[in-house]
């Protein structure tokens, strides 16, 4: 198997336990906490999201940031294999927080789960050209106080 198809492989494994791990997240929480009483930031830390999985495999975390960058047949190849669907459950998420007024309703959902996913994949990116070791996972933490609660103070 090419080293192209193996990583694929593993790409479509890694959006399938994210989606996995998201949905039985949501599940938990809205059944400790009630739909209306949760927050994303309580799912997302339930699910460990994405840095939680890549930081735990630092080769993993190589084949996303390199070949996602570096191969237009992988990125493809990606796509389909749920890229666009692990995309999609952020956006449905902020979509159903400004339905429910937790989220402001002036902003494009699309654009807004973009960024998100952005600021985790720029996470992964520096950890893995970091020259000193740290956890990747507790970025997570960092990216969502500054998605949610903004920079202005």
Known sequence: ????????????????????AIL???????ARKGFFNSKVADVAGE???HLEKLGADRDLA?????????????MEEFSAAGFAEYLEIIHQTIEDGQKTGVFR???NA?????ILFGAL????????????PYPL???????LKVFFGGVLK
């Not at 190589?62 to 191969?71: A, D, M, Y």
Request: proline share 1%; charged share 30%.
């Open 47 to 49: 699910a460990g999201m």
């Open 105 to 107: 309703r002036d902003l």
């Open 24 to 30: 039985k997240a949501a599940v938990k929480v809205f």
């Open 121 to 132: 994949d720029e996470m992964v990116t520096n950890w893995i050209l970091s020259k000193k």
């Open 110 to 114: 699309t654009v807004c789960s973009k």
């Open 62 to 74: 190589i084949v996303f940031q390199v070949e996602l960058r570096g191969s237009t047949k992988f």
């Open 1 to 20: 198997m090419s080293h192209s198809l193996r990583s694929t492989g593993q790409a479509r494994a890694v959006v399938a336990d994210k989606r996995e």
């Open 137 to 143: 996972a507790p970025m997570a933490d960092e990216v």
